[in-house]
């Protein structure tokens, strides 16, 4: 690690690899982009343990671990793991990775080495014990990079009382973090509006959450019936679960497919099971490389955000557009007005259910040379704007400029 003609970078984020789920995969990508174009990079996070809350099996009983993968240093810590809704437990979890983190601090003799520290919120506990170590013991250059703006997500997704306790807490830290940082990446566009208020002066840039794609063609015809596939996380934050108990999918001549795990997967599981004829399947996770292949056989991708949330563009549209696949997304910001600019799909407001329904009436009812033409825009929208190499080359000038 010694080489001073390259950066070394040390990425900070709580959610790695061998994790699944949107920000370890960003980070993994961000991280593997960046050695590419030349850079040392080391990684800071927790033993694995999302989404089920136990520590990974190849894991169990370490207090540390250092690992390689890909020529990347990965440095992990013990995390009291939990999905615990308790908000003792969640304290708990949060503080054990933001006070075990200081035991990397000892490590002067590496830390010294590194020319940047990408630091990732949210957790924001995690990150603001970051930027204590990196920025105000060892005065590197910290680069925040921002994939949901906390607290207010928290208030959005009804988590958190607004002007309670825990978030006036959470908002001391997060000014903390935004007056201590040299540049922000964000992941959308809303995301570095709102810390533009706070900081006008830092250096921003748009990060967004793609990966290395390859373009599939674009789909000529579409499946009778038609085939409608949500993948990804099932959370609240999407909230699949009402949508299949208001959306009659058989009686619209739909087959919906749910690739995916997480919290309501039970849940999802038993409606299908108790409602054999209400044309949903579900599948549980799948192996990431398995997924784009298997999205092939689809018409038109789901991707609902069930509350607004300030800032959140899912990433899943990154994925799905690439393989020509047109989308109806349920939810409100920057996403509807993505699709809607780039004709890339149909929109509908949360938990507007006619007009989802509507929306997929319509894309039934497209003649194979419309649907044709929306995955046509998806293909160029992924070629054009949403490129993973181009994006990386930004990126890595951007960080040399700070």
């Given amino acids: 690690m010694n080489n001073h003609n390259n950066m070394n970078i040390l990425i900070v984020a709580e959610r790695f690899w061998p994790e699944v789920g949107a920000a370890p995969s960003r980070l993994m990508n961000m991280a593997e982009g960046l ?29 540390s671990k ?13 995390v009291y793991a939990t999905v615990s809704h308790n908000p003792i437990a969640r304290a708990i979890n949060m503080f ?24 990732q919120t949210p957790t924001l506990v995690s990150a603001a014990s970051a930027m204590t170590i990196f920025k105000k013991l060892y005065h590197k250059k910290c680069i925040l990079n921002v994939s949901d703006i906390w607290p207010s997500t928290a208030v959005d997704m009804g988590v958190m009382k607004e002007g309670s306790k825990s978030h006036q807490f959470m908002t001391w830290l997060e000014k903390f973090l935004y ?12 995301i570095l509006n709102h810390i533009k208020n706070y900081i006008p002066n830092t250096p921003q840039l748009l990060y967004r959450n793609l ?47 749910i690739v995916g795990g997480g919290k309501q997967y039970d849940a999802i599981k038993q409606y299908i099971d108790a409602n054999p004829n209400c044309g949903v399947t579900i599948y549980g996770f799948l192996p990431k490389e398995r997924i ?45 007005d993505f699709i809607k600019n780039h004709n890339l799909g149909y929109t509908s407001s949360p938990e507007d259910y006619e007009a989802l329904i509507d929306n997929i009436k319509h894309l039934c009812h497209l003649s194979n040379a419309e649907y044709h033409k929306l995955s046509e825009n998806c293909i160029a929208v992924s070629r054009d704007l949403l ?12 960080i040399k400029s700070i």
């Avoid at 007056?179 to 809303?190: R, T, V, Y």
């Avoid at 674009?218 to 679960?241: I, N």
């Avoid at 069930?306 to 557009?321: L, N």
Wanted: proline share 5%.
């Fill in 35 to 63: 050695k590419k174009q030349g850079c040392e990079i080391d990684i800071l996070s927790s033993l694995p343990n999302y989404p089920k809350g136990k520590i990974f099996d190849d894991y169990k009983g370490c207090i």
């Fill in 292 to 336: 784009p292949n298997l999205l092939q056989d689809f018409d038109v991708s789901l991707v609902p955000l069930a509350t607004h949330i300030q800032g959140a563009f899912p990433s899943k549209i990154y994925d799905i557009i690439p393989l020509g696949l047109p989308i109806i997304f349920s939810g409100k910001g920057e996403p509807a």
């Fill in 96 to 119: 054990s990775f933001a006070i075990m983190i200081w035991l990397f601090a000892l490590k002067a003799k590496r830390i010294k080495q590194y020319d940047y520290v990408i630091i």
């Fill in 179 to 190: 007056n201590n940082s040299d540049a922000i990446l964000g992941q959308s566009q809303e």
């Fill in 66 to 78: 250092h690992e390689q993968h890909n020529g990347i240093n990965i440095f992990r810590y013990w």
């Fill in 211 to 257: 990966q290395t794609h390859h373009l599939h063609e674009a789909h000529t015809t579409k499946h009778q019936p038609l085939r409608l596939v949500f993948s990804g996380m099932l959370g609240v934050a999407q909230d699949v679960l009402s949508i299949i108990k208001n959306v009659p999918f058989s009686n619209l001549g739909v087959e919906f497919h």
């Fill in 387 to 398: 490129d993973f190499q181009l994006q990386i080359k930004t990126t890595f000038s951007f």
